[in-house]
Protein backbone atom coordinates (compact mmCIF):
# COMPACT_ATOMS: atom_id res chain seq x y z
CA UNK A 1 0.00 0.00 0.00
CA UNK A 2 0.73 3.72 -0.06
CA UNK A 3 4.08 4.84 1.85
CA UNK A 4 1.92 6.85 4.66
CA UNK A 5 0.05 3.39 5.00
CA UNK A 6 3.09 1.50 5.66
CA UNK A 7 5.08 4.47 7.02
CA UNK A 8 2.69 5.46 9.35
CA UNK A 9 0.15 2.36 10.46
CA UNK A 10 3.18 0.07 11.42
CA UNK A 11 3.72 0.45 15.09
CA UNK A 12 7.63 -1.16 14.72
CA UNK A 13 11.17 -0.05 15.36
CA UNK A 14 10.03 1.21 19.10
CA UNK A 15 6.54 2.71 17.81
CA UNK A 16 4.32 3.62 20.58
CA UNK A 17 2.54 0.74 22.23
CA UNK A 18 -0.60 -0.06 25.00
CA UNK A 19 0.90 -1.75 27.10
CA UNK A 20 4.76 -1.55 28.31
CA UNK A 21 7.20 -4.51 26.76
CA UNK A 22 10.61 -5.38 27.37
CA UNK A 23 12.59 -4.28 24.62
CA UNK A 24 15.47 -5.97 22.40
CA UNK A 25 18.52 -6.67 23.70
CA UNK A 26 21.62 -4.66 23.13
CA UNK A 27 23.11 -6.42 20.72
CA UNK A 28 19.25 -6.65 18.54
CA UNK A 29 19.16 -2.28 19.84
CA UNK A 30 22.66 -1.62 18.22
CA UNK A 31 21.58 -3.22 14.63
CA UNK A 32 18.01 -1.50 14.85
CA UNK A 33 19.46 1.58 15.03
CA UNK A 34 22.11 0.81 12.48
CA UNK A 35 19.36 -0.82 9.99
CA UNK A 36 17.88 2.46 10.58
CA UNK A 37 20.37 5.07 10.40
CA UNK A 38 20.84 3.06 7.21
CA UNK A 39 17.71 3.17 5.71
CA UNK A 40 17.15 6.96 7.01
CA UNK A 41 20.32 7.78 5.07
CA UNK A 42 19.16 6.07 1.71
CA UNK A 43 16.02 7.62 1.33
CA UNK A 44 17.61 10.66 2.15
CA UNK A 45 19.87 10.23 -0.84
CA UNK A 46 16.62 8.88 -2.76
CA UNK A 47 15.37 13.09 -2.03
CA UNK A 48 18.24 14.57 -2.68
CA UNK A 49 18.41 12.51 -5.97
CA UNK A 50 14.42 13.83 -7.09
CA UNK A 51 15.89 17.49 -5.82
CA UNK A 52 19.23 17.02 -8.09
CA UNK A 53 17.37 15.65 -11.04
CA UNK A 54 14.21 18.48 -10.98
CA UNK A 55 17.02 21.69 -10.94
CA UNK A 56 19.04 19.90 -13.72
CA UNK A 57 16.07 19.50 -16.07
CA UNK A 58 13.96 22.25 -14.78
CA UNK A 59 11.09 19.55 -15.23
CA UNK A 60 9.27 17.16 -13.04
CA UNK A 61 8.38 14.76 -15.71
CA UNK A 62 10.87 11.61 -15.67
CA UNK A 63 12.42 12.13 -11.93
CA UNK A 64 11.76 8.59 -11.73
CA UNK A 65 14.99 7.66 -13.54
CA UNK A 66 16.95 9.27 -11.79
CA UNK A 67 16.79 7.61 -8.52
CA UNK A 68 15.86 4.27 -10.00
CA UNK A 69 18.20 1.91 -8.15
CA UNK A 70 18.34 3.75 -5.13
CA UNK A 71 14.40 3.20 -5.21
CA UNK A 72 14.68 -0.56 -5.77
CA UNK A 73 17.61 -1.44 -3.20
CA UNK A 74 15.72 0.24 -0.20
CA UNK A 75 12.67 -0.36 -0.82
CA UNK A 76 13.92 -4.33 -0.86
CA UNK A 77 15.52 -3.93 1.47
CA UNK A 78 12.69 -2.79 3.72
CA UNK A 79 11.88 -6.65 3.35
CA UNK A 80 14.16 -7.02 6.76
CA UNK A 81 11.69 -5.69 8.84
CA UNK A 82 9.13 -8.83 8.55
CA UNK A 83 12.33 -10.93 9.22
CA UNK A 84 12.45 -8.26 12.18
CA UNK A 85 8.90 -9.17 13.38
CA UNK A 86 9.77 -12.92 12.64
CA UNK A 87 12.63 -13.23 15.47
CA UNK A 88 10.94 -10.92 17.55
CA UNK A 89 13.12 -7.77 18.06
CA UNK A 90 10.47 -5.84 16.60
CA UNK A 91 7.00 -6.62 18.55
CA UNK A 92 4.66 -5.71 15.56
CA UNK A 93 2.27 -8.16 13.45
CA UNK A 94 4.42 -10.20 11.68
CA UNK A 95 1.23 -10.51 8.86
CA UNK A 96 0.55 -6.68 9.28
CA UNK A 97 4.40 -5.73 8.09
CA UNK A 98 4.68 -8.57 5.98
CA UNK A 99 1.30 -6.89 3.43
CA UNK A 100 2.30 -3.84 4.00
CA UNK A 101 5.95 -3.88 3.12
CA UNK A 102 5.27 -6.76 -0.01
CA UNK A 103 2.27 -4.51 -1.27
CA UNK A 104 5.16 -1.45 -1.95
CA UNK A 105 8.04 -3.95 -2.59
CA UNK A 106 5.05 -5.24 -5.51
CA UNK A 107 4.79 -1.43 -6.25
CA UNK A 108 8.35 -1.47 -7.12
CA UNK A 109 9.23 -4.28 -8.96
CA UNK A 110 5.78 -6.26 -10.36
CA UNK A 111 4.33 -2.75 -11.83
CA UNK A 112 7.22 0.25 -11.97
CA UNK A 113 9.72 -2.22 -12.85
CA UNK A 114 7.97 -4.63 -15.33
CA UNK A 115 5.84 -2.59 -16.82
CA UNK A 116 8.63 0.52 -18.39
CA UNK A 117 6.02 2.40 -20.05
CA UNK A 118 4.73 3.80 -16.63
CA UNK A 119 8.03 5.19 -15.54
CA UNK A 120 7.65 8.24 -17.29
CA UNK A 121 3.94 9.05 -15.79
CA UNK A 122 3.79 11.43 -13.11
CA UNK A 123 1.85 9.06 -11.15
CA UNK A 124 4.83 7.37 -10.21
CA UNK A 125 6.70 10.75 -8.82
CA UNK A 126 3.51 11.04 -6.84
CA UNK A 127 3.95 7.76 -4.58
CA UNK A 128 7.53 7.91 -4.72
CA UNK A 129 7.71 11.61 -2.98
CA UNK A 130 5.10 10.20 -0.77
CA UNK A 131 7.68 7.23 -0.06
CA UNK A 132 10.52 9.62 0.41
CA UNK A 133 9.28 12.22 2.54
CA UNK A 134 7.38 9.29 4.94
CA UNK A 135 10.78 6.86 4.95
CA UNK A 136 12.63 9.49 6.28
CA UNK A 137 10.11 10.39 9.00
CA UNK A 138 9.75 6.62 9.82
CA UNK A 139 13.21 5.78 9.69
CA UNK A 140 14.28 8.47 12.12
CA UNK A 141 11.20 8.02 14.69
CA UNK A 142 12.97 4.60 15.18
CA UNK A 143 16.33 5.80 15.56
CA UNK A 144 15.85 8.08 17.69
CA UNK A 145 12.80 5.74 20.05
CA UNK A 146 15.63 3.30 20.11
CA UNK A 147 18.07 5.99 21.86
CA UNK A 148 15.24 7.04 24.02
CA UNK A 149 15.52 10.61 22.55
CA UNK A 150 13.02 11.48 20.40
CA UNK A 151 12.39 15.13 19.52
CA UNK A 152 9.21 16.35 19.39
CA UNK A 153 8.87 17.52 16.62
CA UNK A 154 9.79 14.41 15.08
CA UNK A 155 6.95 12.01 16.38
CA UNK A 156 4.68 15.15 15.49
CA UNK A 157 5.73 14.79 11.31
CA UNK A 158 5.05 11.21 11.99
CA UNK A 159 1.59 11.47 13.70
CA UNK A 160 0.35 14.79 11.50
CA UNK A 161 2.40 14.39 7.67
CA UNK A 162 0.56 10.78 7.31
CA UNK A 163 -2.99 12.69 6.67
CA UNK A 164 -1.70 14.35 3.20
CA UNK A 165 1.06 11.96 2.53
CA UNK A 166 -1.37 8.81 2.80
CA UNK A 167 -3.86 9.87 0.55
CA UNK A 168 -0.81 11.32 -2.25
CA UNK A 169 0.73 7.84 -2.34
CA UNK A 170 -2.40 5.91 -2.64
CA UNK A 171 -3.45 7.71 -5.41
CA UNK A 172 -0.03 7.58 -7.13
CA UNK A 173 -0.11 3.95 -6.78
CA UNK A 174 -3.42 3.47 -8.19
CA UNK A 175 -2.75 5.92 -11.34
CA UNK A 176 0.26 4.34 -11.58
CA UNK A 177 -1.44 0.27 -11.95
CA UNK A 178 -4.38 1.80 -13.69
CA UNK A 179 -1.93 3.04 -16.15
CA UNK A 180 -0.33 -0.45 -16.81
CA UNK A 181 -3.59 -2.15 -17.71
CA UNK A 182 -3.54 -1.82 -20.58
CA UNK A 183 0.02 -2.88 -21.72
CA UNK A 184 -0.41 -5.50 -19.32
CA UNK A 185 -3.51 -6.52 -21.48
CA UNK A 186 -1.87 -6.23 -24.43
CA UNK A 187 1.75 -8.54 -23.39
CA UNK A 188 0.09 -10.47 -21.19
CA UNK A 189 2.69 -9.52 -18.71
CA UNK A 190 2.64 -12.71 -16.08
CA UNK A 191 -0.13 -14.23 -17.25
CA UNK A 192 -0.42 -17.97 -17.62
CA UNK A 193 -2.58 -19.56 -20.17
CA UNK A 194 -4.23 -22.89 -20.62
CA UNK A 195 -4.01 -25.44 -21.84
CA UNK A 196 -0.57 -26.42 -20.23
CA UNK A 197 0.70 -29.55 -18.51
CA UNK A 198 0.30 -28.00 -14.88
CA UNK A 199 -3.53 -27.08 -16.17
CA UNK A 200 -3.12 -23.95 -14.13
CA UNK A 201 -4.38 -20.38 -15.37
CA UNK A 202 -3.54 -16.66 -14.09
CA UNK A 203 -4.54 -13.37 -15.30
CA UNK A 204 -2.16 -10.80 -14.05
CA UNK A 205 -4.56 -8.13 -15.85
CA UNK A 206 -7.26 -9.30 -13.32
CA UNK A 207 -5.34 -9.63 -10.23
CA UNK A 208 -4.05 -5.78 -10.95
CA UNK A 209 -7.92 -4.89 -10.81
CA UNK A 210 -8.87 -7.02 -7.86
CA UNK A 211 -5.74 -5.22 -6.08
CA UNK A 212 -6.86 -1.72 -6.58
CA UNK A 213 -10.44 -3.06 -6.12
CA UNK A 214 -8.50 -4.02 -2.14
CA UNK A 215 -8.06 -0.12 -1.67
CA UNK A 216 -11.24 0.76 -1.33
CA UNK A 217 -11.99 -1.27 2.52
CA UNK A 218 -8.19 -0.94 3.07
CA UNK A 219 -7.55 2.69 2.86
CA UNK A 220 -10.22 3.93 5.10
CA UNK A 221 -9.39 1.27 7.92
CA UNK A 222 -5.68 2.22 7.61
CA UNK A 223 -6.35 6.13 7.63
CA UNK A 224 -8.55 5.97 10.59
CA UNK A 225 -6.64 4.12 12.21
CA UNK A 226 -3.91 6.43 12.41
CA UNK A 227 -5.87 9.44 13.25
CA UNK A 228 -6.86 7.38 16.77
CA UNK A 229 -3.23 6.68 17.14
CA UNK A 230 -2.42 10.64 16.11
CA UNK A 231 -5.17 11.76 19.06
CA UNK A 232 -3.69 8.92 21.54
CA UNK A 233 -0.04 10.19 20.83
CA UNK A 234 -0.40 13.74 20.46
CA UNK A 235 -3.72 14.66 22.00
CA UNK A 236 -2.21 16.12 25.14
CA UNK A 237 0.13 18.05 24.09
CA UNK A 238 -2.27 19.80 21.40
CA UNK A 239 -4.98 20.26 24.24
CA UNK A 240 -2.22 21.59 26.44
CA UNK A 241 -1.39 24.33 23.17
CA UNK A 242 -4.70 25.28 22.97
CA UNK A 243 -5.33 26.18 26.51
CA UNK A 244 -1.74 28.07 26.29
Keep these: MSAAAQGTSKAAHGDVAPKKKKGPGAL ?138 YPMGVSGELLTIYAALPYVQKTGLYSVTLPNKYNFSFDYYSFLILVMISYIPLFPQLYFHMMRQRKKVLGHTDDYSKVE
Excluded at 62 to 91: D, N
Excluded at 138 to 154: A, G, K, V
Aim: aromatic fraction near 16%.
Design 28 to 165: ATAYLVIYNVVMTAGWLVIAVGLVRAYLARGSYHGLYYSIEKPLKFFQTGALLEILHCAVGIVPSSVVLTGFQVMSRVFLTWAVTHSVREVQSEDSVLLFVTAWTVTEIIRYSFYTFSLLNHLPYLIKWARYTFFIVL
